[in-house]
């Protein structure tokens, strides 16, 4: 049966506690940050984009769903410190539908590893290779993602169920 991405979903198939401090790298519009927002109600979730407009309608559609647990950053995520986040202080960093806008991969790998605690998770969804939807150029296959991060000092520790169209990974940082 065909699939779409849903944040929820993905969301549930994680692991994680009521308190984790948590960010989505790349939000957009926040997706996936709401999603986490609410499984951590007692935690935080840190929404991060380049463009300021995303993070605006973002804290928009947070506050009229009552989650003030996000908290919305504008940074280079390519730059060293580009979030602003502090050294080892987040459970769980989530990338999703961004990696084919990224030029500088290792660099933004690099900023969310520098930013999760040890044996934090780094959550990576995006879409197959062979998708007849989403960019046709610049696309990251798991195998390539995995290899990416193995050298930087992650696991594979559990595949995640995205739908038709898209992959989605649990990696642990060692």
């Known amino acids: 049966m065909v699939s779409f991405l849903e944040p929820e979903k993905i969301v549930e198939q994680i692991p994680m506690s009521q308190d984790w401090h948590t960010a989505e790298f790349g939000c957009g519009p926040g997706g996936f940050a709401i999603a986490l927002a609410r499984r951590v109600p007692k935690g935080m ?3 991060l984009d380049i ?3 995303p993070l605006s309608a973002l804290r928009g559609r947070a506050k009229a769903m009552g989650l003030p647990n996000i908290k919305t950053i504008q940074g280079d995520l ?3 410190k580009g979030s602003t986040l502090k050294d080892e ?3 769980l960093v989530m990338i ?3 990696l084919f806008q990224i030029e500088d991969k290792d660099a933004f790998f690099k900023e969310a590893k520098r930013a ?3 044996e934090g998770n780094l ?3 995006d879409w197959n290779p ?3 939807f989403g960019p046709e150029e610049k696309r990251i296959s798991l195998e390539e993602a995995h290899q990416m991060v193995k050298f930087m000092g992650f696991k594979l520790i559990k595949e995640l169920d995205a739908g038709t169209y898209h992959w989605a990974a649990i990696f642990v940082k060692l």
């Open 45 to 47: 979730v840190y929404a």
């Open 51 to 53: 463009q300021e407009e």
């Open 78 to 80: 390519e730059e060293p």
């Open 89 to 91: 202080s987040l459970d």
């Open 96 to 98: 999703a539908n961004t």
């Open 116 to 118: 999760l605690k040890r």
């Open 123 to 125: 959550v990576v969804i």
């Open 130 to 132: 062979d998708s007849p």
